[in-house]
């Protein structure tokens, strides 16, 4: 017998949520057959089944989210029967219930029934992802109604529960003391809790992580961009439309190979330099940001940054990006200049070690010989990482990308 466990489809993945089996237990299974959907924080992918053989158990039911490695279901043949699991899947017991002749199956229970059952019965039918989701939340599920088969406490249940119940003061916190009274929310005021999507969680996470571990510093600069707005013109009109944003990821290529110490990777104590320039950026989408990687960025000429950047942005947005368009980044931009934004510094995406911000091109006066000159300034600000880069060499990057940028003819070349 094989098992068929949750993949890890990324770095950052460490939990997955089963969206669907396409095969049912009895089915027989090919290798390379998609047996089932599974989703991350990112993307939708096909489970592909790596063994031959009859689907002979689901130990997870579509919709919850389970840890990677967890036991998704098991593969053999029809002469072999699957291994008692510690969990006793509620999906393995509905089968043998089915299958054999003088067994009726077990009504689903009523909320009222579930909660008067035995003490253990609910939560013994609970997943161990649920059943540690509930210690979080303080939930105790020994009379805890679940929706699931035979009152199976769900993760969506817990969720429900939540939404609804009043909200509580967290463990140690300190009452108000006298003449500290907190306002009172009108009774009129309703309020709403909306937990986190998955990819919301993702993107948590990993902010609050740089965050903590990342000592971050960031340097800013300006660049002139009139003559790369008039050569971005001059490619438009020769039907090769290039925006400000992979204009600035072409030369941040070139820059990197200038100063390879800020194309790396903080990685076990150690600093990775990477050849290749694999620049990921920015796209929102509806639940939050998804980062497509152009990767050999060095070697690739403008027009092909900017055609393949229109192609990352179009599966990004239509939700078929795969994890493999988004892994293997080496160094990361994030543009908010369409936004008006003129100045902001990003997180860094670890374990890389920088990240440029850019603002917007704005319109100003400068010194000239004559007097003020109107100029197009575009502000740039690269957070880095001070465990491996300090001050100086985030201000030679910036310097050779705002000598490639006031010159952008040489990125024609």
Known sequence: MKNIIMPKLSDTMTEGLLGSWLKSVGDTIARGDIIAEVETDKATMGLEAFDSG?????RVMAGETVPVGTVLGVIGTADEKP?????????????????????????????????????????EKSSPVVRRRARELGIDLENFPGSGPGGRVLLEDLARFVAKRPAQAPPGAVEPAAGDEQPEVPESQETEIHPLSRMRAAIARVVATSWRDIPHFSVTMEIRMDTAGEVLRELKTNSTPVS?????????????????????????????????????FMVKVEEGLLVPVIKGCQALPLAEIAERSRQLIQLARSGKISEAEMAGGTFSVSNLGTYGVSQFSAIILPPQVAILAVGAVTDRLVPGKRGPLPAKIMKVTLSADHRVLDGVAAAEFLKELKLVLETPVRLLI
């Open 54 to 58: 009859i689907l002979l158990e689901q």
């Open 244 to 280: 400000v944003n992979e204009l600035v990821m072409k030369g941040v290529a070139v820059s990197l190979l200038k100063c390879p110490l800020v194309n790396a990777s903080f990685l076990d104590g150690s600093v990775v330099l990477h050849q290749e320039v694999n620049i990921g």
């Open 83 to 123: 291994a008692e699991s510690g969990a006793a899947p509620a999906i393995a017991a509905a089968n043998e219930v089915k299958a054999a002749p003088a067994a009726a199956p077990e009504p689903v229970a009523t909320e009222k029934e579930a909660a008067a059952r035995p003490v253990d019965a609910a939560a």
